[in-house]
């Protein structure tokens, strides 16, 4: 069985999702310099939130002059879907200090997530260092793409004409893959059937409320019917 207990390991099983950071960072850069955000803010704005998706919403909503307030609270709820990621690896570092968990925590993103449920789900050991690794590798390489972007976006016309806005999603679908490698069919079932859930209570909530609040609810939701299948 696999081991990834190394700081190293943990850089290198890394590097295969920084491409799809140039992109996003990339887009950032440029959004929040045309919002009209210094390079300070934009270089505080990713090391603070650290959250493409939230950081995109910020500079809309500053744009807007949305209180101060609306923004704390719509970053939040944007973000705590972080909640249910962390609760999912945290069995594998209940052993450690709480300050480590916190420093472990306070990095996870979708894209390191990704990586990490893979040797999780194939009941494979991981350590905190390894996901030191893996967190500060793409914490610092997500910084850089958006200080790039600020700093030299106005000489990219199109970005898009790169493809790098859809690296991110050629990753995501690489990674759910790699999961299904030594999972039995019984568990691709539920995992198909879950699926098919959140697609149906996502398109369900969304006629009622914002469209980044469905997709909370239908995944915690679904999160929770896995666990109740999963038993």
Same mark, same amino acid.
């Given at each position: ?7 190293? +390991? ?24 045309? *919002? ?43 973000? *705590? ?73 106005? +000489? ?21 893959? *790699? +999961?299904?490698?030594?999972? *039995? ?47």
């Amino acid at each position: 069985m696999a081991e990834h207990l190394s700081f190293r +390991q943990g850089v290198r099983e890394c590097i295969p999702t920084l491409l799809g950071y140039v992109g996003i960072g990339l887009s950032f850069g440029i959004v929040a310099t045309s *919002s009209g955000f210094h390079l300070i803010e934009i270089i505080l704005l990713s090391l603070l939130v650290y959250a493409g998706s939230a950081q995109f919403v910020i500079c809309s909503l500053v744009i807007a002059g949305t209180p101060l307030y609306a923004i704390v609270l719509t970053t939040f709820i944007i973000n *705590s879907r972080m909640f249910l990621l962390s609760l999912t690896l945290a069995p594998n570092f209940k052993n450690y200090g709480i300050l480590n968990r916190i420093g472990l925590a306070s990095l996870v993103t979708d894209e390191t997530f990704g990586v990490a449920i893979t040797p999780h789900v194939k009941g494979e050991k991981i350590n905190d260092r390894w996901l030191h690794g893996l967190n500060i590798t793409a914490y610092t390489f997500w910084t850089i793409a958006s200080i790039a972007g600020a700093l030299f976006g106005k +000489q990219i016309k199109n970005p898009e004409s790169f493809g790098l806005d859809f690296a991110i999603i050629a990753m995501f679908i690489f990674l759910a893959v *790699s +999961q299904f490698e030594t999972i *039995s069919r019984k568990r691709i079932s539920i995992y198909v059937k879950l699926i098919l859930c959140t697609i149906v209570m996502m398109f369900g909530f969304s006629m009622f409320v914002p469209t980044y609040i469905a997709i909370l609810i239908a995944s915690t939701l679904a999160a929770l019917l896995g666990v109740v299948l999963d038993r």
